[in-house]
T-cell receptor
Framework: RKEVEQDPGPFNVPEGATVAFNCTYS??????FFWYRQDCRKEPKLLMS???SGNEDGRFTAQLNRASQYISLLIRDSKLSDSATYLC???????????FGKGTRLHILP | GAGVSQSPRYKVAKRGQDVALRCDPI?????LFWYQQALGQGPEFLTY????????KSGLPSDRFFAERPEGSVSTLKIQRTQQEDSAVYLC?????????????FGPGTRLTVT
């Protein structure tokens, strides 16, 4: 099993719809989780950290399920500007390993 | 304030040539990371510095790759005897705290093409 796995997509979603995608991780010692967003030919930028209790930032909600070892990202009322690749990042504090997923491509359709 | 900067932004090297890629992190950031990103893939970890100490270089793909951060700020990633498979975007990121816990701020990357 790969250390961090994401569905590569693309997810083609009409504007205004809700979309969700997951990221699974294999290292149970993982302790920090993040979602980054990467636009085409640009650098990744932090979208949100993922906390154990789940967290919400406007239209974005992130959840962590430690028992099943996955994190999720939900985007409500999607906008054209949400089109990007979403990268899941998992860190293990024990060995300071940082693993990026390969990313999920999202296309919001007008 | 200034973000992470990298130079050059684009580099074309002939196979066998040595290259040096520079990263200027955000001032005061303790941690510095180098990643390699191939087309259509996520960033792959190469190496990590905490101040001037290189704490993890487990991701460097071969002994042709070498990184340094001698004064704990600017870092250089050097690739000797470049090969075609080294073609990728090399991303540098810095973060305020120690280790892998904190948000990383990425530079724009250096796109290396080996011909």
């Amino acid at each position: 099993r790969k250390e961090v796995e994401q569905d590569p997509g693309p997810f083609n979603v009409p504007e205004g719809a809700t979309v969700a995608f997951n990221c699974t991780y294999s290292n149970s010692a993982s302790q920090s989780f993040f979602w980054y967003r990467q636009d085409c030919r640009k650098e990744p930028k932090l979208l949100m950290s993922v906390y154990s209790s789940g967290n919400e930032d406007g239209r974005f909600t992130a959840q962590l399920n430690r028992a099943s070892q996955y994190i999720s990202l939900l985007i409500r009322d999607s906008k054209l500007s949400d089109s990007a690749t979403y990268l899941c990042v998992v860190n293990s504090h024990r060995d300071d390993k940082i693993i990026f997923g390969k990313g999920t491509r999202l296309h919001i359709l007008p | 304030g200034a973000g992470v900067s990298q130079s050059p932004r684009y580099k074309v090297a002939k196979r066998g040539q040595d290259v040096a890629l520079r990263c200027d992190p955000i001032s005061g950031h303790v941690s510095l990371f180098w990643y390699q990103q191939a087309l259509g893939q996520g960033p792959e970890f190469l190496t990590y510095f905490q101040n001037e100490a290189q704490l993890d270089k487990s991701g460097l793909p071969s002994d042709r790759f070498f990184a340094e951060r001698p004064e704990g700020s600017v870092s250089t990633l050097k690739i000797q005897r470049t090969q075609q498979e080294d073609s990728a975007v090399y991303l540098c990121a810095s973060s305020l705290g120690q280790g892998a816990v904190y948000e990383q701020y990425f530079g724009p990357g250096t796109r290396l093409t080996v011909t």
